[in-house]
T-cell receptor
Framework: DTGVSQDPRHKITKRGQNVTFRCDPISEHNRLYWYRQTLGQGPEFLTY????????KSRLLSDRFSAERPKGSFSTLEIQRTEQGDSAMYLCASSLRDSSYNEQFFGPGTRLTVL | GNSVTQMEGPVTLSEEAFLTINCTYT??????LFWYVQYPGEGLQLLLK?????DKGSNKGFEATYRKETTSFHLEKGSVQVSDSAVYFC??????????????FGSGTRLSIRP
């Protein structure tokens, strides 16, 4: 049984560089979510996809952030021109559209450090 | 907007003590309510859930009851163990058929259990 996987688990980059993270959801799940978690806080919603369609984006998702899910399977989250304030844990989750209570299964996260 | 407020930590208890972590929410409609747990070095896991008023969610000796009249979902356990040491997040979702399917998390409560 494979859960949600994320790659890489850790990323250290210099300010101004671009980074890209990948998320592989549970195979039959049609919804995929990205969250950001800073130290001492709960996760904050960034965006979500139903199949390949991006249906909602948070105001936290500035123009430097872009997410894709081209074939309705894995997703990528790219951050351009990284800033120190982007340092956080980026979490991916997936769920079934027809779940009666919208249970989301979370991956282990990608920890980003911007120097 | 919708929000979750939970008891600030850290909470430190002795083994076999009784645990309560308070959680209140603000939401329109009929949200689903969750407790997620994050063990050291691991990803977020769903601990328990409740989808309608007066439902009681339970798992691993933990319980929480959906109280619409007090907009609360307090987490309780009768006898904690060292292995329960983790960060606990109260959370809500606007419901399975809402187009806004993100989960809104509280800020988390760190629990430490002394042997």
């Amino acid at each position: 049984d494979t859960g949600v996987s994320q790659d890489p688990r850790h990323k250290i980059t210099k300010r101004g560089q671009n980074v890209t993270f990948r998320c592989d959801p549970i195979s039959e799940h049609n919804r995929l979510y990205w969250y950001r978690q800073t130290l001492g806080q709960g996760p904050e919603f960034l965006t979500y996809f139903q199949n390949e369609a991006q249906l909602e984006k948070s105001r936290l998702l500035s123009d430097r952030f872009s997410a894709e899910r081209p074939k309705g399977s894995f997703s990528t989250l790219e951050i351009q021109r990284t800033e120190q304030g982007d340092s956080a844990m980026y979490l991916c989750a997936s769920s079934l559209r027809d779940s009666s209570y919208n249970e989301q299964f979370f991956g282990p996260g990608t920890r980003l450090t911007v120097l | 907007g919708n929000s979750v407020t939970q008891m600030e930590g850290p909470v430190t208890l002795s083994e076999e003590a009784f645990l309560t972590i308070n959680c209140t929410y603000t939401a329109t409609g009929y949200p689903s309510l969750f407790w997620y747990v994050q063990y050291p070095g691991e990803g977020l896991q769903l601990l328990l859930k409740a989808t309608k008023a007066d439902d009681k969610g339970s798992n691993k000796g933990f319980e929480a009851t959906y109280r619409k009249e007090t907009t609360s979902f307090h987490l309780e356990k009768g006898s904690v163990q060292v292995s329960d040491s983790a960060v606990y997040f109260c959370a809500l979702s606007e419901g399975p058929y809402s187009s806004a399917s993100k989960i809104i998390f509280g800020s988390g409560t760190r629990l430490s259990i002394r042997p």
